[in-house]
């Protein structure tokens, strides 16, 4: 009766944001006037605030933007000996991280991924983990929305020869406003109440506490509440401290385990509000919103009844699967939190995935596997299900022999070609990384466990990078430079060769002129359009992964 109190107030608060946040994000990216603040930053930056770009140049941008803050990031860690609250390894001092670990952390939190192949308590001083880390978990997700709104903008542009003609926005206004006037805000707000909460924030490098045998330990502190916050409202995912928000100075109780659940569904939930307030029918967002609900609530209750219901004597004879879960939040607070985490690309983590049954890690896979739009990240879920529902569509169009339409624009071949490298490019990296962690030699060295579980945790790891999540079983050592530049590689394809593909579909649609609806024209502001969209990201995602899962949690599940 607890997890479901849980998920009841859950929906509650998703509920009563739904609307407000939505609308206000609607608002944010259609706002012709600027904010005094912005302007200042335009005029240090050099930005014409007043010029909208092309797909190519606001895809230049992304890409130039992405790539001088994993530059950046990566020489924050590489001279972090040099800078102040360098507490690190227990000292006053921290040291340089090594260059692959570097590059691997700098790709992770700019990729929006936060996969963490060190423990940060000991590796990274608070100057990183504030001016990098945090930063970036702003940043990251602000670049996704951004992507996602870009798309929007195409889908409710009407086309034709003007002087906005072809223009998607402007990436740098819209970076800003949605750092200024969205993820600052909500992260202010959501700090406060973690530290109300009882989550820590210190500048203080630990305090030393007595042992019942009279020695003494030293815990580490840092200023968790205000990453915690980032972390989880951008879907990012990178704690802290070592055990993410198993940790109880990042999640030390039922409420902020709840709010920490509450922060990540938030922007996802409330941006499909925003897109059909932006397209002028706020119906298609209510039919994004229920596919979104649809899987979440899907895969909830299976993975809810694995671990209710586990198959091993030991989790039978202790009445349900505890082993590797916080008993401050049980059974369907760990479940509630892995599985919310894996549909939103956060990666966060409260419990131990590799102690989860196979057939409830399997869903915790499977979720990512899906392209994460249950409910997906912060945009990325947005513009994942949005390319997923044009491939509906255009299966729709050939099983009744028309040219499909969405939202008024006719798909061609080119829209077609551009949603399906979108998702063909993170199975791609998925199955390769997989198969060559598993085919070269010394790689298998890497793993604690063999079998079916020790296949499941190399492929959980390739599907959390290419998904842009970061959480992992945790069984598996990624320290080697196969690992760390193998994953760091997967993030980056799997977050910009789809975040190109968004933006060429979206510099397509722009310029088609919307026509109205006919006799032969798909109704997609239903129920039968929903299950379509459902049914289609569930098809895909067997169809590519059926074989790799079968080998890996399935036949674990069914051992």
């Given at each position: 009766?607890?997890?479901?109190?849980?998920?009841?107030?859950?929906?509650?608060?998703?509920?009563?944001?739904?609307?407000?946040?939505?609308?206000?994000?609607?608002?944010?990216?259609?706002?012709?006037?600027?904010?005094?603040?912005?302007?200042?930053?335009?005029?240090?930056?050099?930005?014409?605030?007043?010029?909208?770009?092309?797909?190519?140049?606001?895809?230049?941008?992304?890409?130039?933007?992405?790539?001088?803050?994993?530059?950046?990031?990566?020489?924050?860690?590489?001279?972090?000996?040099?800078?102040?609250?360098?507490?690190?390894?227990?000292?006053?001092?921290?040291?340089?991280?090594?260059?692959?670990?570097?590059?691997?952390?700098?790709?992770?939190?700019?990729?929006?991924?936060?996969?963490?192949?060190?423990?940060?308590?000991?590796?990274?001083?608070?100057?990183?983990?504030?001016?990098?880390?945090?930063?970036?978990?702003?940043?990251?997700?602000?670049?996704?929305?951004?992507?996602?709104?870009?798309?929007?903008?195409?889908?409710?542009?009407?086309?034709?020869?003007?002087?906005?003609?072809?223009?998607?926005?402007?990436?740098?206004?819209?970076?800003?406003?949605?750092?200024?006037?969205?993820?600052?805000?909500?992260?202010?707000?959501?700090?406060?109440?973690?530290?109300?909460?009882?989550?820590?924030?210190?500048?203080?490098?630990?305090?030393?506490?007595?042992?019942?045998?009279?020695?003494?330990?030293?815990?580490?502190?840092?200023?968790?509440?205000?990453?915690?916050?980032?972390?989880?409202?951008?879907?990012?995912?990178?704690?802290?401290?070592?055990?993410?928000?198993?940790?109880?100075?990042?999640?030390?109780?039922?409420?902020?385990?709840?709010?920490?659940?509450?922060?990540?569904?938030?922007?996802?939930?409330?941006?499909?509000?925003?897109?059909?307030?932006?397209?002028?029918?706020?119906?298609?967002?209510?039919?994004?919103?229920?596919?979104?609900?649809?899987?979440?609530?899907?895969?909830?209750?299976?993975?809810?009844?694995?671990?209710?219901?586990?198959?091993?004597?030991?989790?039978?004879?202790?009445?349900?699967?505890?082993?590797?879960?916080?008993?401050?939040?049980?059974?369907?607070?760990?479940?509630?939190?892995?599985?919310?985490?894996?549909?939103?690309?956060?990666?966060?983590v409260n419990a131990m995935h590799d102690s989860l049954s196979g057939a409830?890690?399997?869903?915790?896979?499977?979720?990512?596997?899906?392209?994460?739009?249950?409910?997906?990240?912060?945009?990325?879920?947005?513009?994942?299900?949005?390319?997923?529902?044009?491939?509906?569509?255009?299966?729709?169009?050939?099983?009744?022999?028309?040219?499909?339409?969405?939202?008024?624009?006719?798909?061609?071949?080119?829209?077609?070609?551009?949603?399906?490298?979108?998702?063909?490019?993170?199975?791609?990296?998925?199955?390769?990384?997989?198969?060559?962690?598993?085919?070269?030699?010394?790689?298998?060295?890497?793993?604690?466990?063999?079998?079916?579980?020790?296949?499941?945790?190399?492929?959980?790891?390739?599907?959390?990078?290419?998904?842009?999540?970061?959480?992992?079983?945790?069984?598996?050592?990624?320290?080697?430079?196969?690992?760390?530049?193998?994953?760091?590689?997967?993030?980056?394809?799997?977050?910009?060769?789809?975040?190109?593909?968004?933006?060429?579909?979206?510099?397509?649609?722009?310029?088609?002129?919307?026509?109205?609806?006919?006799?032969?024209?798909?109704?997609?502001?239903?129920?039968?359009?929903?299950?379509?969209?459902?049914?289609?990201?569930?098809?895909?995602?067997?169809?590519?992964?059926?074989?790799?899962?079968?080998?890996?949690?399935?036949?674990?599940?069914?051992?």
């Amino acid at each position: 009766m607890a997890g479901v109190a849980q998920v009841g107030l859950l929906l509650v608060l998703l509920a009563a944001s739904w609307k407000p946040l939505g609308d206000w994000m609607a608002r944010v990216y259609t706002d012709t006037e600027h904010w005094r603040v912005e302007r200042w930053i335009y005029r240090i930056c050099r930005v014409d605030a007043g010029s909208g770009q092309r797909a190519t140049t606001y895809a230049a941008g992304v890409l130039g933007f992405s790539f001088v803050s994993i530059v950046l990031l990566y020489l924050l860690q590489r001279l972090q000996p040099f800078l102040p609250l360098g507490f690190g390894r227990g000292t006053d001092d921290a040291d340089t991280v090594s260059p692959a670990m570097a590059f691997n952390t700098a790709v992770s939190f700019v990729t929006n991924t936060n996969w963490q192949s060190y423990v940060p308590e000991q590796v990274l001083g608070h100057t990183v983990q504030m001016v990098g880390l945090t930063t970036q978990n702003v940043l990251s997700a602000v670049v996704g929305m951004a992507v996602a709104i870009a798309l929007v903008r195409a889908f409710a542009a009407r086309g034709g020869d003007g002087a906005d003609a072809g223009r998607l926005g402007n990436f740098w206004v819209d970076l800003t406003r949605g750092t200024v006037r969205i993820m600052v805000p909500l992260a202010v707000v959501a700090a406060v109440v973690l530290v109300a909460g009882g989550v820590v924030q210190s500048l203080r490098a630990g305090v030393d506490v007595t042992n019942v045998d009279g020695s003494t330990h030293t815990l580490p502190l840092a200023p968790a509440a205000s990453q915690e916050a980032v972390k989880e409202l951008g879907t990012n995912g990178g704690g802290i401290f070592n055990a993410n928000s198993a940790h109880p100075f990042e999640n030390p109780n039922p409420f902020t385990n709840v709010f920490e659940i509450f922060l990540m569904l938030l922007i996802p939930v409330a941006l499909t509000r925003t897109f059909g307030v932006m397209v002028g029918q706020v119906r298609q967002g209510v039919v994004l919103l229920s596919v979104m609900g649809g899987l979440w609530a899907l895969f909830l209750g299976l993975a809810w009844l694995a671990e209710a219901h586990p198959n091993g004597p030991a989790a039978i004879a202790a009445g349900g699967a505890m082993e590797g879960k916080e008993v401050r939040f049980g059974v369907a607070g760990s479940v509630l939190f892995a599985i919310s985490t894996t549909g939103t690309s956060t990666g966060a983590v409260n419990a131990m995935h590799d102690s989860l049954s196979g057939a409830a890690g399997g869903l915790a896979m499977l979720n990512m596997l899906l392209g994460e739009v249950a409910p997906g990240g912060t945009g990325s879920g947005l513009y994942g299900l949005l390319v997923l529902s044009i491939i509906a569509v255009f299966l729709a169009g050939l099983m009744v022999g028309r040219t499909p339409e969405f939202l008024g624009k006719k798909l061609g071949r080119r829209e077609v070609t551009y949603a399906a490298v979108s998702i063909l490019v993170m199975p791609t990296f998925v199955l390769l990384g997989a198969g060559l962690a598993i085919a070269l030699p010394g790689t298998a060295d890497a793993l604690n466990n063999d079998g079916a579980h020790g296949f499941s945790e190399v492929l959980y790891a390739w599907a959390s990078a290419a998904n842009n999540n970061g959480s992992a079983f945790a069984g598996i050592t990624v320290t080697s430079d196969f690992f760390q530049a193998g994953l760091g590689v997967a993030m980056l394809f799997g977050r910009f060769v789809q975040i190109l593909a968004v933006l060429a579909l979206a510099g397509s649609l722009v310029d088609r002129r919307r026509v109205p609806a006919g006799a032969g024209t798909l109704p997609t502001d239903g129920p039968l359009f929903a299950g379509l969209v459902g049914g289609t990201v569930l098809l895909v995602s067997a169809l590519t992964f059926f074989p790799a899962l079968a080998l890996g949690p399935i036949a674990e599940a069914l051992s």
